[in-house]
């Protein structure tokens, strides 16, 4: 077991079966040292986190949604390179928040998926980031987050 599957089962974290594509895109491109992985919507085990922050779903719920991003976004991880210890640093994360017009704390929803790389990879999970509110997402999803990954 790599260092960081350890790492995930100490966290009680199971990684899914990577999501298809919903659309005409692979789910990552690996060119040299870098993976970029196309965005990950909050999709877990239970179904979706959906609907619009701030007026449908509160803060934490939000924060759920863009940990279960994260939790995707590594499952994709290991899907491109079958070893997560091959990961050198998360480079950046982009994160998209379905928002209300009047919600704003746009960087706290994003923060579900950053913490959770810091979580599971430590300091070579810090990284870059944008964090955006946009009128919709896929499939009425609440969040969804993308990356750029520097591998060994």
Do not use: W
């Not at 790492?7 to 005409?24: C, D, H, K, S």
């Not at 491109?29 to 449908?56: A, C, F, K, Y």
């Not at 079958?82 to 928040?97: A, E, N, S, T």
């Not at 790389?117 to 944008?130: P, Q």
């Amino acid at each position: 077991m790599s260092k960081v599957e350890a790492r995930l089962a100490e966290l009680g974290i199971t990684l899914p079966v990577p999501v298809a594509p919903l659309a005409n895109y692979v789910p990552f491109v690996r060119t040299g040292n870098l993976l970029h992985i196309s965005g990950q919507v909050s999709l877990g085990p239970d179904g979706g986190i959906v609907g619009v922050v701030g007026s449908e779903i509160d803060l934490a719920t939000a924060q759920r949604a863009a940990r279960q991003c994260g939790i995707n976004l590594v499952a994709q991880i290991k899907a491109a390179t079958g070893d997560l210890d091959q990961v050198k640093r998360i480079v950046k994360l982009g994160g998209f928040v379905q928002a209300g017009p009047d919600f704003f704390d746009i960087p706290a929803v994003v923060n579900g998926a950053s913490d959770l790389m810091v979580e599971v990879f430590g300091d070579i999970g810090r990284h870059a980031r944008s964090a955006v509110g946009v009128y919709r997402l896929p499939r009425n999803f609440a969040v969804e987050v993308d990356a750029v990954v520097e591998l060994s």
